[in-house]
């Protein structure tokens, strides 16, 4: 009658003699694969300190501000978000150093609780008060090995048996202290470092190709170096204003806008509406009213805005999971290989490439298009998008609270029809600039799976498998 439940049966006087005193049954029914050779967290933990609970901007006033969104893989990225209310004591005192490892402390999704990233160099960045950073000490394991463990599948059984879960879930500092850390040889470490390290640098070459792909474009366009016009009042005719655009409001009459229109009809390559290098109809999404928030491999998707790198890739590992029936009946929102994804509500203008066939669903926040390879590659489209593009987007953008561009206007923009040669150069760096960064992603890969056959085998095994994976 009871087969295939998990139970544990614990003694309430055992209970309550555990420094936890936790009485929920999943904490004694999780299964954790460390059972030998480890030490506890409070023992590797060298320093650990809480973020700013200030509240931040989107203005860029005062002191950069790193967030979960800017978790890259195991890695931090660039902020986007600012905070001008701490003072510079408190900014110094925060700053993140080479070798710190952040953890996400809490948040409404219990699989983002625990996520780790290490910081490869010293910064001039802080970050916010869910997360908090570990600095390890080093007799016991490095910088690299702690974050890629705690990545780990290991890692992540260690951190849902101690985290609290309610309204949101919650993994403190002081639940860290009480997690199993693993004790792995010094050589061992070194191989994981090595591997983290050789991954980061590929992840900046792709970094470095990715804005070599953007600046290429923008000279092409002679648009490099543009520094738009700070002029705040233009005197339009009322034919000329609201006859044509149907627009009161100030704003979108800016001259910087009709400089870069200017720009871009002036190229000598030529120019056309979005519309008119299109196969098909733009298409926006759905919110479906069943969605699994997690992913779940070989299954159907769920793509949202969220999921947008900052170089129009995905992060497919973020997607959340649909059954069968609701991604059939709403099929017609599809996406394709190659299908050109933007965001068109709440953050205007971020855009990414769907580089591999998956079976995934877009919601209501996003379109998705289908470029004619014959007048412009799919990557150059989504580069002027995510570029010059995304200005011309914001100018189109009506609603106070909840800012939207809707489809007509976004399919009347003009697009320029980049030089064949420049096209191909361009999209020559991007591909490279994604190799890269899935390269990126394989090194880390093994370093987890290595990690996690130290756990299970020994750290010889383990050792045995990067050589063949990697060196």
Partial sequence: MLDGLDISEVNYLKVLEDKNKRLESKFYTSITGIQSNFALGEDIVDFVQYGTSKELNDEKYGFPILRLNEFESNFIGVPSKYCNIINNNTFENLKLIKDDVLVCRTNGNPKYVGKSAIVMQNTNLAYASYLFKIRPKKEFINSSTLSIFLNSKYGRQEIEKYSMVSNQANFSPAKFREIRIPLFINNFQLKIENLVKSSYLKQEESKILYKQSEDL???ELDLLDFKPSKEKIAIKTFSKSFGDS???????????????????????????LIREVLIDNIKSGTTPKTITKEYIPNSNYFLRAESFNNDLTLNYNSLYSVDDKTFIKHNSIAVKQFDILVSMTGTIGNVAIVTKNINAIINQNIVKLSVNQELLNYNIFALFMKTVGKDLLIREQTGNVQPYVNIPNFSNLVIPII????????EEKIKESFKLKEKSKQLLEVAKKAVEIAIEENEEIATEFIGESYE
């Fill in 217 to 219: 474009l923008l000279k």
């Fill in 246 to 272: 149907g627009r009161l409001d100030s704003e979108y009459y800016q001259v910087k806008y009709d400089e870069i229109i200017d720009k871009i009809k002036s190229y000598n390559g030529g120019h056309k």
């Fill in 419 to 426: 030089d064949d040669t420049i096209q191909t150069q361009i």
